[in-house]
Antibody
Framework: EVQLLESGGGLVQPGGSLRLSCAAS????????MNWVRQAPGKGLEWVTT????????YYADSVKGRFTISRDNSKNTLSLQMNSLRAEDMAVYYC???????????????WGQGILVTVSS | EIVLTQSPGTLSLSPGERATLSCRAS???????LAWYQQKPGQAPRLLIS???SRATGIPDRFSGRGSGTDFTLTISRLEPEDFAVYYC?????????FGQGTKVEIK
């Protein structure tokens, strides 16, 4: 059974940093791209970033480029998101999501974690 | 960037009725890389359909997807009580990934 468990969320001041983690199990982690998708309170879904199965390729939404960094540790089946220079508009539930087929960017998201709330407020 | 526009915004139906949800893209979705997700309050999205018409594992056959190019449809043939939720379409065939704004299917 595929399981994705996010951690690391919480309250941070504008301009601050936070690191999210996602522990994966139930599949061959290194064979699949992984993603972060966020959802602001009462709003729709927004893709944030993708990392290929090997970790060699990363992709970012323009809204987070230069501030967020996605990484993975295939030896520990762990996905991470380092978020710097946080803004009020980054406040959202952040979901870790597994890529559907193979290790590349062009995949739907077939399994999702339960989500973790990031609150940006002074 | 491909913009996905979902309609209607809200669909008010009774259990047993048929639901038809639309997702229109501002440009052709490459290789029909179009997915549909269901999201219930307080829960993560769940994949229903990928490649425009392929049901995900464990999804009941009352859910079906069709379409190509710029026009896509999700149909729920007979609404069950557990189907009342918000539905999102998702373009994953081009960069960046984009989502529609969602259609809420509510109980009439």
């Amino acid at each position: 059974e595929v399981q994705l468990l996010e951690s690391g969320g919480g309250l941070v001041q504008p301009g601050g940093s936070l690191r999210l983690s996602c522990a994966a199990s139930g599949f061959t982690f290194s064979s699949y791209a992984m993603n972060w998708v966020r959802q602001a309170p009462g709003k729709g879904l927004e893709w944030v970033t993708t990392i290929s199965g090997s970790g060699g390729d990363t992709y970012y939404a323009d809204s987070v480029k230069g501030r967020f960094t996605i990484s993975r540790d295939n030896s520990k089946n762990t996905l991470s998101l380092q978020m710097n220079s946080l803004r009020a508009e980054d406040m959202a539930v952040y979901y870790c999501a597994k890529g559907g087929v193979g290790s590349g960017y062009y995949n739907c998201f077939d399994y999702w974690g339960q989500g973790i709330l990031v609150t940006v407020s002074s | 960037e491909i913009v996905l526009t979902q309609s209607p915004g809200t669909l008010s139906l009774s259990p047993g009725e048929r639901a038809t949800l639309s997702c229109r893209a501002s440009q052709t979705v490459s290789s029909n890389y179009l997915a549909w997700y269901q999201q219930k309050p307080g829960q993560a999205p769940r994949l229903l359909i990928s490649f425009a018409s392929s049901r995900a594992t464990g999804i009941p056959d009352r859910f079906s997807g069709r379409g190509s190019g710029t026009d896509f449809t999700l149909t729920i043939s007979r609404l069950e009580p557990e189907d009342f939720a918000v539905y999102y379409c998702h373009n994953y065939g081009s960069s960046p990934h984009t989502f529609g704004q969602g259609t809420k299917v509510e109980i009439k």
